[in-house]
């Protein structure tokens, strides 16, 4: 074999290995962006657009101003032009964020118990969510025609943490 001929097989060894990448590449795009839909359609639950049966908490909605929030929680223990955290005891508390008009855009409650009283995410959601191995539950469910996002975060464990967050989308 010549030096030249040795180069040509080099030069198509190389070509091909450059196509069978860039095709499993594009392969692996497809597959991904494909399965990614699939799973965001599973996840979503029928109704998506209209609403959760948590609207509101402790009385607070979304759009409501924080002179109305304070009148509903009382006085916050830390209070702001932005936000204000309210506790209810040593289990409850809660965080409310404003915009610069001063109108409710979040509202994150966190519950440090296993107690009755903490929601489930069928309470929230008006349908179960799949736990995992170590009891933890998370669900998120954007409601894009009402204009706002839900989740329901639960760490697992004896002594579970459960955050339930409403946010306006902007």
Request: aromatic share 8%; glycine share 8%; charged share 20%.
């Amino acid at each position: 074999m010549t030096a030249s001929t040795i180069l040509i097989s080099v030069a198509k060894t190389q070509r091909a290995r450059v196509f069978a990448f860039i095709v499993a590449a594009t392969s692996l795009l497809l597959i991904s962006s494909v399965s990614g839909t699939a799973q965001r359609r599973a996840a979503t639950p029928a109704g998506e657009d209209e609403s959760a049966m948590f609207k509101e908490y402790r009385g607070v909605q979304l759009g409501m101003t924080s002179e109305e929030v304070r009148k509903k929680l009382g006085s916050p223990k830390d209070k702001g032009d932005e936000q204000d955290l309210f506790v209810f005891g040593d289990n409850e508390s809660a965080q409310i964020v404003y915009d610069q008009t001063h109108k409710v855009v979040t509202i994150s409650a966190d519950f440090l118990s296993a107690d009755t009283s903490v929601p489930t995410a069928k309470q929230v959601f008006g349908a179960d969510a799949e736990a995992k191995a170590d009891g933890s539950v998370y669900k998120m469910v954007r409601f894009t025609k009402a204009g706002y996002w839900l989740s329901y975060n639960r760490t697992g464990g004896t002594a579970p943490m459960t955050s339930i967050t409403l946010q306006k989308i902007q």
